[in-house]
């Protein structure tokens, strides 16, 4: 426990590199190698896509009416708990459940475990029981596995009190508090530190603001611009402006031409950085007065890049860390857009089922 990330036991002992996480989560599918070939499951982002949205869902059922930090820490625990515990060998569902029920204790929104239960059992009535004790298990066993170590340091936090110094308009928060949200469906949570990801946060938020900005204004002749070159269609139907404009507006799955056009910008921007350059007047690849992809004037989006850019090259922010972060995001929307609900369901309700995991 500590008031300071830096001394934190998240930065000691639940931050790891890449290759020691591939290597934690190798040992473990070696460890239960039979479960592991008798129980495929598809892609790992799109498990954490499932339980995410099953949590958001399970917060908002009934008088829950969870606070979104505890919904973070609660995913947050669920990452770590599956660092150490091989997924086939437990209830997912009661797993996730019982993380909010525990975060909403760390986070000072307690619930009574028979209203966590009931809710949680209303919500999956085939897979959870009316038991109490056994979320009263799960949560030792969350406990355990964590070592007490239940403090979560989040980017929200940073995020709030960076705001004024990069004068983020009010869109371009909510963006980078969507996109906060969205990267707790990752492993960067166990990868870097909360404002690394936060400041990653803000410079996406301010490359794609003029994309959003664009779909309030009813700019379709701009989106359009911003879709050519081959883009994907979007999968849902109906009219385009209003696609994009939901899609920005959840924080969730960007089309293939905002990806290209995000990761060019905020590459081009970082490694700017890294190099000591975005000094003041100078342009920016990628963030110049051509406006980027519309090839409208943008002089704002300039403005505040390069504003950000000599903040960045003037700390101590670990540039290659953004960086990472940035693919990391790119790479989940990518997923995202194969995501379906109907086929993780049906995975995790195999080995639940077939195992009697949910009695």
């Known amino acids: 426990m500590a008031a300071n990330y830096w001394d934190s036991s998240q930065r000691r002992y639940w931050t790891f590199t890449r290759q020691e996480l591939a290597d934690i989560r190798q040992r473990l599918e070696d460890k239960h190698r039979h479960l592991v070939q008798l129980y495929p499951l598809p892609d790992r982002r799109l498990l954490n896509i499932f ?29 770590r708990f599956y660092s150490k515990v091989e ?5 997912p569902y009661l797993v996730l459940s019982t993380a909010l029920y525990l975060a909403c204790k760390v986070e000072e929104c307690p619930q009574h475990i028979r209203h966590v239960v009931g809710e949680a059992r209303q919500t999956w009535p085939d897979v959870i029981t009316s038991d109490t004790s056994k979320m009263g298990e799960t949560e030792f066993a969350l406990i355990s596995v964590m070592s007490s170590q239940l403090i979560v340091h989040h980017p929200y936090r940073t995020l709030l009190d960076l705001s004024p110094t990069f004068n983020l308009s009010p869109d371009e928060l909510s963006l980078a508090w969507w996109i906060i ?25 301010v490359v794609l603001n003029p994309v959003q900005a664009a779909w309030s204004a009813g700019k379709e002749k701009e989106l359009a611009a911003m879709r050519s070159g081959g883009a994907a269609a979007m999968r849902s139907d109906g009219d385009p402006v209003q696609k994009v404009g939901a899609i920005l507006q959840h924080g969730m799955h960007q089309n293939r031409a905002v990806q290209a056009a995000m990761q060019s910008v905020v590459q081009a921007a970082l490694g700017s950085a ?11 690849p990628g963030s110049g007065n051509t406006g980027g992809a519309g090839g409208a004037p943008t002089p704002a989006l300039s403005a ?21 972060c940035t693919q990391e995001m790119i790479s989940l929307y990518e997923v995202w857009e194969t995501y379906k609900e109907k086929d993780c369901k049906e995975v995790i309700g195999k080995f639940v089922k077939g195992r009697g995991l949910d009695k």
């Not at 997924?87 to 209830?91: A, H, K």
């Open 304 to 324: 505040k890049v390069q504003k950000m850019m000599n903040w960045l090259a003037e700390s101590e922010v670990d540039i290659e860390a953004m960086v990472d």
């Open 51 to 79: 339980f995410c949205q099953q949590l958001q869902r399970f917060s908002k059922r009934g008088t829950l009416g969870t606070k979104q930090q505890a919904l973070a820490t609660a995913q947050v625990y669920m990452r």
């Open 274 to 284: 890294f190099s000591g350059g975005g000094a003041a007047g100078q342009e920016l």
């Open 87 to 91: 997924i086939r060998e437990t209830n």
């Open 181 to 205: 949200n969205d990267h707790y469906v990752t492993d960067l949570p166990l990868l870097h530190s909360p404002h690394v990801i936060a400041l990653t946060a803000a410079l996406l938020a």
